[in-house]
T-cell receptor, first 115, second 111 residues
Framework: DGGITQSPKYLFRKEGQNVTLSCEQNLNHDAMYWYRQDPGQGLRLIYYSQIVNDFQKGDIAEGYSVSREKKESFPLTVTSAQKNPTAFYLC?????FGQGNQPQHFGDGTRLSIL | DAKTTQPNSMESNEEEPVHLPCNHSTISGTDYIHWYRQLPSQGPEYVIHGLTSNVNNRMASLAIAEDRKSSTLILHRATLRDAAVYYCILRDFSGNTPLVFGKGTRLSVIA
């Protein structure tokens, strides 16, 4: 079945460590997105990518980095510079970038906690 | 993208219809109205979208006001599985910007 796979589902990090969250999609979508969600809040955009080897900062990019070397993959690295990384991270993708009527598909998320 | 306003929370009895309102008074003529919902501990899922006319699909109906400044998501018979946060989002016709999520409406369904 086509979809978006995020792994791992739960992730623990020690302070001062970088950690990478995986996001893979087999929907042949052009655009991919990373959001962060804190308890009781809506989703906030971290980074997004419209095509391979190109990406743009969202509203809260500080302390995060991404790469888009393949169409199917958009990993997110939470660096030690992110002072409050504990959150629920959601990856999304969308078919045919450039059309406002296309829905965005989401993965099931990764919950990151600091030890 | 233009901003939307939704009630923080709503409650419904099981098997009764639910009308979830959304105000978007600054909507432009080329904005689509999208609805997503997020079940607990899951990513959001697409529910429905429309531009000017009312829309129906297997999940819900979308009623759009004639002046397009408001819309209503209609769940015809609420089930316990419909308990979620519902987001109303405007999306430019070009689709060149990511979805912007507000806090949405938390729907509780009572058995």
């Amino acid at each position: 079945d086509g979809g978006i796979t995020q792994s791992p589902k739960y992730l623990f990090r020690k302070e001062g460590q970088n950690v990478t969250l995986s996001c893979e999609q087999n929907l042949n979508h052009d655009a991919m997105y990373w959001y962060r969600q804190d308890p009781g809040q809506g989703l906030r955009l971290i980074y997004y990518s419209q095509i391979v080897n190109d990406f743009q900062k969202g509203d809260i990019a500080e302390g995060y980095s991404v790469s888009r070397e393949k169409k199917e993959s958009f990993p997110l690295t939470v660096t030690s510079a992110q002072k409050n990384p504990t959150a629920f991270y959601l990856c999304a993708s969308r078919y045919v970038f450039g059309q406002g009527n296309q829905p965005q598909h989401f993965g099931d998320g990764t919950r990151l906690s600091i030890l | 993208d233009a901003k939307t306003t939704q009630p923080n929370s709503m409650e419904s009895n099981e098997e009764e219809p639910v009308h979830l309102p959304c105000n978007h008074s600054t909507i432009s003529g080329t904005d689509y109205i999208h609805w997503y919902r997020q079940l607990p501990s899951q990513g959001p899922e697409y529910v429905i979208h429309g531009l000017t006319s009312n829309v129906n699909n297997r999940m819900a109906s979308l009623a759009i006001a004639e002046d397009r400044k408001s819309s209503t998501l209609i769940l015809h018979r609420a089930t316990l599985r419909d308990a979620a946060v519902y987001y109303c989002i405007l999306r430019d016709f070009s689709g060149n910007t990511p979805l912007v999520f507000g806090k949405g409406t938390r729907l509780s369904v009572i058995a």
